[in-house]
């Protein structure tokens, strides 16, 4: 097979991948279904979606490009705050603040990817280090950040002037839901297009694409300020949405929780790092009301599990279960 044929078959292919599929639209359908089916949980199912698209926004980096990374809270937590200081200077507008939000945390982005040198170890040990330089700057800073008792006190105005947020938790919900599915359909996109296959190679084979004459600073400099937008988004979701934030948004703790998700549900698999953070929220809930100080033996017990038997997450061994049982028809 010469070239041509080589890119048009490649080609070819990424069209396939980019048509919706029924599990797809019967997955978000059940998304907007749950709000119905479980109106007590809606705070609960806010958070779902919430780290969701954090967790997504981890799988552009980790998933995609490869990039392994141990500092994605930064962004996040980068996030949270400017929602909160936004809202405490006087502009309670929830909609332009998750854009101004998501637009710093792009930016820092960008600046961190200046930083970013080798990969595996190397990009572990600095994106930890930004991390840590992150959260204990914050921690000085009290006087803006509020130290370890965070911010509070500041509200929002209601939704496009119309829906105010509520005790329940069903306008945090929809809200969620919405910015995540417009949030996700731009990440399918991206790793549905020619760049997200540039990616993939980036992943599996650098040199490679590098010899093609791929800028791989270029490309990784712009996956990494869309994923850090992204988790900026996420994180001023859920300070809209809690009407607090707390130097939790910026700790270690929370960039190793979404990394597990992203672990548990299929990292580069698209909808690994949804399935991973409801599985790992959902277990969180019931395994701490289970037995609140060993909750978290449980839940490693869970993650090795995952790892050892179903090495590529949940959606991983679903989709080979799937290969195999249409290996065996083809067989019968």
Not at 7 to 23: C, E, F, K, N, V
Not at 28 to 46: E, I, K, N, Q, R
Not at 93 to 117: N, Q
Not at 199 to 211: E, H, I, M, Y
Request: charged fraction near 15%; glycine fraction near 12%; hydrophobic fraction near 55%.
């Amino acid at each position: 097979m010469n070239s041509e044929t080589q890119i048009a078959s490649d080609l070819a292919a990424l069209l396939r991948s980019g048509r919706w599929r029924r599990s797809e639209t019967a997955f978000w359908l059940f998304v907007a279904a749950c709000f119905f089916l479980f109106p007590d949980y809606l705070a609960l199912g806010t958070q779902v979606l919430i780290i969701g698209l954090f967790a997504l926004s981890l799988d552009l980096i980790l998933g995609y490009a490869g990039l392994v990374t141990l500092g994605h809270a930064a962004f996040f937590g980068t996030g949270a705050y400017i929602a909160a200081w936004i809202a405490l200077a006087g502009w309670k507008e929830p909609i332009s603040g998750l854009v101004i939000a998501g637009a710093v945390s792009a930016l820092l982005g960008y600046l961190a990817s200046h930083l970013i040198r080798g990969r595996d170890l190397t990009l572990l040990m600095v994106t930890l280090g930004m991390g840590m330089l992150l959260y204990e700057g914050a921690n000085k800073a009290s006087s803006i950040t509020g130290g370890v008792d965070g911010l509070a006190g500041f509200e929002y105005w209601p939704l496009l002037g119309i829906f105010s947020f509520d005790l329940e938790g069903r306008v945090s919900y929809i809200y969620a839901f919405v910015v995540l599915f417009l949030l996700f359909l731009g990440i399918r996109r991206i790793v549905h297009s020619p760049f997200g296959l540039v990616l993939r190679g980036l992943r599996d084979n650098p040199k490679r694409v590098s010899a093609l004459g791929v800028n791989l600073r270029a490309r990784l400099t712009v996956v990494y300020t869309i994923a850090a937008g992204f988790a900026g988004v996420a994180g001023a979701l859920l300070t809209q949405t809690s009407q607090f934030v707390g130097l939790e948004v910026l700790s270690f703790q929370r960039s190793a929780d979404v990394l597990i998700m992203l672990v548990m549900g299929g990292a580069g698999m698209l909808y690994g790092g949804l399935v991973g953070a409801a599985v790992f929220l959902l277990a969180q809930d019931r395994l701490a009301g289970i037995n609140p100080q060993y909750w978290l033996f449980w839940l490693g017990a869970i993650l090795v599990l995952v790892v050892l038997f179903v090495p590529g997450g949940l959606l991983g061994g679903l989709k080979r279960l799937q290969r195999q049982m249409q290996r065996e028809r083809r067989d019968d």
